[in-house]
Nanobody, 125 residues
Framework: QVQLVESGGGLVQAGGSLRLSCAASVRTFRSYHMGWFRQAPGKEREFVAAISGSGGSTDYADSVKGRFTISRDNAKKTVYLQMNNLKPEDTAVYYC??????????????????WGQGTQVTVSS
């Protein structure tokens, strides 16, 4: 069982930055790929970024490439999402998720087995 707790959301002006954190309660954190997804009101949950268990591979949605950076600290069992140059369209609830490294690094939500409760990010124009 994996428990995930996100933090770091908030209200920021367009062009600003936020760093989200997701702390995992699990024995072997590096055994899980980690992903960030987001869901805006009235929209489906969408992929944002993912990082492999070792941290050696990452993947990003086109909409955030060059602005967002995913990273992880396996010693602290935490994954981060650094978000720069935020835009109003980035407004959403952001969720972190975990997927066993036995499968490939995925960008699809159904592949992930464990989810956090989400943290709200609001970007004002």
């Amino acid at each position: 069982q994996v428990q995930l707790v996100e933090s770091g959301g908030g209200l920021v002006q367009a062009g600003g930055s936020l760093r989200l954190s997701c702390a995992a309660s699990v024995r072997t954190f590096r055994s899980y790929h980690m992903g960030w997804f987001r869901q805006a009101p009235g929209k489906e949950r969408e992929f944002v970024a993912a990082i492999s268990g070792s941290g050696g591979s990452t993947d990003y949605a086109d909409s955030v490439k060059g602005r967002f950076t995913i990273s992880r600290d396996n010693a602290k069992k935490t994954v981060y999402l650094q978000m720069n140059n935020l835009k109003p369209e980035d407004t959403a609830v952001y969720y972190c998720a975990a997927d066993s490294v036995l499968t490939g690094l995925s960008t699809t939500a159904y592949q992930y087995d464990y989810w956090g409760q989400g943290t709200q990010v609001t970007v004002s124009s």
